[in-house]
């Protein structure tokens, strides 16, 4: 049985040596690979080491491997397909001098000299040693048969002798195991290149012997001293430390070329994005298939921190494309749709960075369109896609209709609306292309015919208007005539509400737009309406001033409640998207809204520019002015509220980029989640998919939710852990199960903590006493379980407090919360509920704090409701709270007694 189990192992190294890549096996994993005990495999394994069937390391945890007699070579194959430096992205940049070099070490005669290529991990070393050698067979310095042999040092470097007897070979005898001669790769590199990666894991000895080999020509095999064998080979090394550091100075002094690769944070913008480009085309050829890729997915993967460089983009994209891969099959489409959804978290932390670097971002990455990546070999070609060229420009005009149709708007209206819209979609469309254009890019998309006939038609309107047209308007114009042939052939309409106003405006370029219309017709065979005419005609006076392509913006009006408010808001906003077309209007607590009204519809009158206006407002009579404005102007206007700083961001950014406000107010509101009363508080990972969260809830809007996340991060410490906390305000149970449900399709909700149970479905709710017990954080989160809360409860929430709360002095606040308390347990006969009183406490120090801010006090919409049953609780509450309101020289109005109310109510008998 003995003798079996021994071959069992020597046939199990050999294996994991061959098809692994193993430099040997500890003894555990043996035993539990073969189903031996330990202690008779560690038997069974000093005997074989004693017999010198095997080798042992010295290292910690010992492993064992059959001697190298019998051990393939572990060197590294060259690439499928020759490399050259002409294919490096950054030949003429970043890796120029890197290039020169290279081409200078292998030139030098007679044989070039030894080199070493110096950089971080995963810069593309041993790619760069392959083009090395590639260029020496391209210039005969080597014949083609010559070998090029990589070996990696680490492999072996827990096992000295090992690597001496792979890099030298070996003599029979040489160390135990050693039973036969074998030759070692330095043979096997013999007039060729022989690379060595990781060359600062080589033992001293080693250096020692390969610069006897770059002296003399000669080594000698391990346990061959006096046998000498010759060689003629060049050396090229790779290492990511310093050599100075690292390696003997007899051996550095003897390689004299060093070259040194940069980082990937040390290359231009530009490189990168082309290595991006690079990247996805080869996924698009490995699938067989067109990848789509959003414009945030390339800003993210341009900026985030690539510790591991170019090695490591390739991977982190390999991994995106493999998530849309999935997401492909089981939708069963034919594309793949790559998102930042597909990515790991560190890739989406890129968008952090975006402010600081988007000047120079935006001029690689433009709008929010998709990139096309196609499996065409020899074209793979970058498309820019946009929502226009994806829907055409009919399309979009259709779903505005349809929207109007769906409103109940009159047909009369919706064609006196669509007659001022159709402008704005025009430039919209026109803005959207390049300001250059590739006419084999173009070609992917039109067929050249239609291209050269416009090019032709161009060029005679140019004479005859005596105007030279845009690359833009020859782009747009290109798919604009190649859609509405597809559209005329289907039979399917045309209608411009504004073709009456567009003849009249422009009676030279619609005679043109008409002869060319009829030319269209004739080679085609179709009957082009004068609504299309029409269309064409508006293509050629876009151009008719250059201020038509730079056309107004929609001008964003944020209105909120407060001294500055909204003014801190558009401050921050502007600095930010470096826009002019943002305006505050801060309203004072006690400006009446009729004041308020007129002060707004003059601001936007003053300062309207003709492509409408967005109000971002925060509650109350804000939210009905849009209407009343839109009535009494004129003008477009579109009304969100529940507005935050990052909402006021998104707009400006978005009217940069689609000046129709309908579009860019309907494309927010489907991000649900830019509507929490708490966005401005929560990092920009909210937009990101497969997080886990916990919610903390508050009923009110007094930052009671804030405080809640702020004591869950600080007991959890869930920095350090895949786990955010999002804070909500919302008092409407339907709202909030809506807002939940949108939530749980991009995240994983754990839990619910606050001070009133929502009760939603298959979402577990958590007091916040359970902050404060190491069982209720069990509870929270299984994963989590090591905070220590011996303190009493209520202590530790005022001690949270105190550093929240640093202008009040929190023992005072104590003793009248307690005061406060007692009477209503004594009036009310309320019941000790240590979730509700935490709650409770949370509750009023925040509203303190808000008074004293002078902040407006959120509107209960449930008051008319409880005041017909509770208006005995009520009037407890509002006399027993007298005295707080005397100390803080403060006044809780009916809205804050009734949220009281709310957060006691299931205390009641």
């Not at 005990?37 to 080798?55: F, Q």
């Not at 209720?776 to 929430?797: C, M, R």
Request: aromatic share 8%.
């Amino acid at each position: 049985m003995g003798r079996k189990n021994e071959v069992l192992i020597i046939e199990y190294l050999e294996k994991s040596a061959e098809k692994q890549g193993k430099t040997g096996c500890s003894t555990n994993e043996i035993a539990a690979a073969l189903g031996i005990k330990r202690s008779n495999i560690s038997a069974l394994l000093n005997s074989l080491h004693k017999s010198g069937k095997l080798i042992k390391s010295i290292s910690r945890p010992v492993l064992y491997a059959v001697p190298p007699h019998t051990i393939s070579l572990p060197t590294e194959t060259l690439s499928e397909e020759p490399l050259n430096f002409n294919m490096l992205i950054g030949k003429n940049k970043s890796l120029q001098k890197c290039i020169q070099r290279a081409k200078a070490a292998i030139l030098y005669p007679p044989r070039g000299l030894h080199t070493i290529i110096l950089g971080p991990t995963g810069v593309g070393k041993t790619m760069f040693a392959e083009m090395m050698y590639h260029f020496s067979i391209e210039n005969n310095i080597f014949p083609s048969s010559a070998p090029f042999i990589a070996f990696n040092c680490a492999d072996y470097a827990n096992n000295p002798q090992l690597l001496l007897a792979y890099l030298f070979g070996c003599k029979k005898g040489a160390f135990t195991g050693a039973d036969r001669d074998k030759p070692g790769i330095v043979a096997k590199a013999d007039g060729g290149i022989l690379f060595l990666d990781e060359v600062h894991r080589l033992p001293p000895e080693g250096q020692e012997m390969l610069f006897y080999l770059i002296d003399k020509g000669l080594y000698s095999p391990l346990g061959d001293v006096d046998n000498k064998k010759t060689c003629d080979l060049l050396i090229i090394c790779s290492t990511t430390e310093d050599i100075e550091q690292s390696l003997l100075t007899t051996f550095t002094r003897r390689i004299p070329m060093n070259i040194f690769i940069p980082a990937l944070k040390d290359r231009t913008h530009e490189e990168r994005l082309h290595l991006i480009y690079e990247f996805f085309k080869t996924e698009s050829r490995r699938i067989g298939r067109e990848i789509l890729v959003s414009a945030n997915v390339l800003r993210a993967l341009l900026l985030y921190v690539c510790k591991g460089n170019v090695g490591q983009l390739k991977s982190d994209i390999q991994f995106g494309c493999a998530n849309a891969f999935l997401k492909c099959i089981s939708s069963k489409k034919k594309f793949l749709d790559v998102h930042m959804s597909d990515f790991s978290s560190h890739v989406k932390q890129g968008l952090l960075l975006y402010k600081k670097e988007s000047l120079i971002i935006d001029c690689l990455v433009k709008g929010d369109g998709q990139t096309s990546f196609t499996p065409n070999k020899s074209k793979s070609l970058i498309v820019k896609h946009d929502d226009f060229l994806l829907n055409t420009f009919y399309e979009q005009i259709e779903k505005r209709i349809q929207y109007l149709q769906k409103q109940g708007v009159d047909e009369n209206d919706i064609k006196f609306t669509m007659s001022f819209d159709i402008e704005n979609y025009f430039k919209k469309f026109i803005r959207n292309f390049k300001d250059t254009f590739n006419t084999d890019e173009l070609s992917q998309l039109v067929d050249e015919s239609l291209i050269s006939l416009i090019k032709r038609f161009f060029k005679t309107s140019s004479l005859e208007l005596h105007r030279a047209f845009s690359a833009k308007v020859f782009y747009g114009l290109c798919l604009h005539i190649n859609s509405s042939i597809e559209r005329i052939k289907q039979s399917k309409p045309i209608i411009n509400h504004n073709i009456g106003q567009i003849i009249d405006k422009n009676p030279v370029e619609y005679k043109i737009a008409l002869d060319f219309s009829k030319e269209l017709g004739r080679i085609y065979n179709i009957h082009v309406p004068v609504d299309e005419v029409g269309f064409i005609t508006m293509f050629l006076s876009i151009d008719n001033t250059n201020s038509e392509l730079n056309s107004a913006l929609p001008i964003i009006v944020v209105a909120t409640h407060g001294r500055s408010t909204a003014s801190s808001m558009v401050e921050v906003a502007a600095n930010l998207v470096q826009v002019d077309n943002l305006y505050a209007y801060d309203m004072a607590m006690d400006k009446s809204p009729t004041i308020a009204y007129e002060e707004i519809k003059n601001l936007i009158i003053k300062k309207h520019q003709g492509a409408g206006i967005i109000l971002l407002v925060d509650m109350g009579a804000l939210t009905m002015f849009g209407e009343l404005l839109r009535e009494e102007t004129g003008f477009e206007i579109q009304t969100l509220d529940m507005v935050s700083t990052l909402l006021v961001i998104e707009c400006a950014r978005k009217s940069v980029i689609d000046t129709n406000i309908f579009d860019i107010c309907e494309d927010i509101k489907s991000n649900k989640l830019l509507f929490s009363k708490y966005t401005d508080s929560i990092t920009h990972t909210l937009s990101l998919k497969n997080d886990n969260i916990i919610i903390a809830l508050c009923t009110t809007g007094e930052g009671s939710a804030l405080k809640i996340k702020t004591l869950l991060e600080d007991k959890l410490h869930l920095d350090e852990k895949n786990i955010q906390v999002l804070p909500m305000s919302i008092n409407d149970k339907n709202q909030l199960t809506s807002k939940i449900n949108s939530l749980s399709k991009q995240k994983n909700i754990i839990a619910v903590v606050g001070s009133i149970n929502p009760k939603l479905y298959n979402i577990p709710f958590f007091s916040i006493a359970e902050i404060f017990n190491e069982y209720g954080l069990q509870n929270i989160i299984a994963a989590i379980s090591k905070i220590k809360t011996n303190s009493d409860a209520y202590e530790q929430v005022f001690a949270a407090m105190q550093s929240e709360f640093q202008e009040m002095d929190i023992n005072h606040y104590r003793n009248i919360f307690f005061d406060f308390l007692n009477k209503l347990q004594k009036k009310l006969n309320m019941h000790n509920d240590s979730d509700v009183t935490i709650g409770l406490i949370m509750h009023l120090i925040c509203a303190i704090s808000r008074m004293h801010r002078q902040e407006a006090s959120p509107t209960c919409i449930y008051k008319n409701h409880l005041e017909e049953q509770y208006s005995f609780e009520f009037a407890i509450i509002k006399s027993s709270i007298e005295k707080m309101e005397k100390f803080y020289q403060i006044s809780f109005s009916d809205d804050e007694i009734w949220y009281i109310f709310q957060i006691i109510e299931n205390t009641l008998s």
